[in-house]
T-cell receptor, first 116, second 113 residues
Framework: DAGVIQSPRHEVTEMGQEVTLRCKPI?????LFWYRQTMMRGLELLIY????????DSGMPEDRFSAKMPNASFSTLKIQPSEPRDSAVYFC??????????????FGEGSRLTVL | AQSVTQLGSHVSVSEGALVLLRCNYS??????LFWYVQYPNQGLQLLLK??????LVKGINGFEAEFKKSETSFHLTKPSAHMSDAAEYFC???????????FGKGTRLHILP
């Protein structure tokens, strides 16, 4: 089975541009997480969804960041306008919530964003 | 709110020596605890998890961890380090299987030849 798929793997953009990161969770998983990883702050939870509904977005840094999950197989994280301090690796992860599992997350390979 | 503290952002051990990576958690209820490993330019992979039951849990690649409620700890160990164990290791906590998972800042493990 395919794992969590993220795109693009690498993105270089200029300050002020809009950035859209995409994620396809594992088929059958109904919970999706977005994390940001930086050297200084480690792995921060930005937002997570259960059954396409945002449950906790308290980690979203500011209004420049938005996330959507229009259906069970697709999510986007958008930054508009982007700033150099947004440079980081953004991870998407999914899991099966509410079922017999034990709650572990399955991660994509990440999207490395560089804002110049 | 739950949180995780990993002591030591970098740990170096000799090949063949014991690996010990420390993790302390804070949780208002009995927690779910996880260890993940991240190799360069990759996502995180689950090493092992504790939910309920036996407090000593075994994971992949010879790693194990022990849940100690009295010490609020979940330290990761491996008897004999291999060069291939060089990676970053993350401890994580959740209130239950459906709640958000909060990660520690990670410990980078270096293996000395």
């Amino acid at each position: 089975d395919a794992g969590v798929i993220q795109s693009p793997r690498h993105e270089v953009t200029e300050m002020g541009q809009e950035v859209t990161l995409r994620c396809k969770p594992i088929s059958g998983h109904n919970s999706l997480f977005w994390y940001r990883q930086t050297m200084m702050r480690g792995l921060e939870l930005l937002i997570y969804f259960n059954n396409n509904v945002p449950i906790d977005d308290s980690g979203m840094p500011e209004d420049r960041f938005s996330a959507k999950m229009p259906n069970a197989s697709f999510s986007t994280l958008k930054i508009q306008p982007s700033e150099p301090r947004d440079s980081a690796v953004y991870f998407c992860a999914s899991r099966q919530a509410g079922g017999p599992g034990t709650g572990e997350l399955f991660f994509g390979e990440g999207s490395r964003l560089t804002v110049l | 709110a739950q949180s995780v503290t990993q002591l030591g952002s970098h740990v170096s051990v000799s090949e063949g020596a014991l690996v010990l990576l420390r993790c302390n958690y804070s949780s208002s209820v009995p927690p779910y605890l996880f260890w993940y490993v991240q190799y360069p330019n990759q996502g995180l992979q689950l090493l092992l998890k504790y939910t309920t039951g036996a407090t000593l849990v075994k994971g992949i690649n010879g790693f194990e961890a022990e849940f100690k409620k009295s010490e609020t700890s979940f330290h990761l160990t491996k008897p004999s380090a291999h060069m291939s164990d060089a990676a970053e290791y993350f401890c994580a906590v959740s209130l239950n299987r459906d709640d958000k998972i909060i990660f520690g800042k990670g410990t980078r493990l270096h293996i000395l030849p």
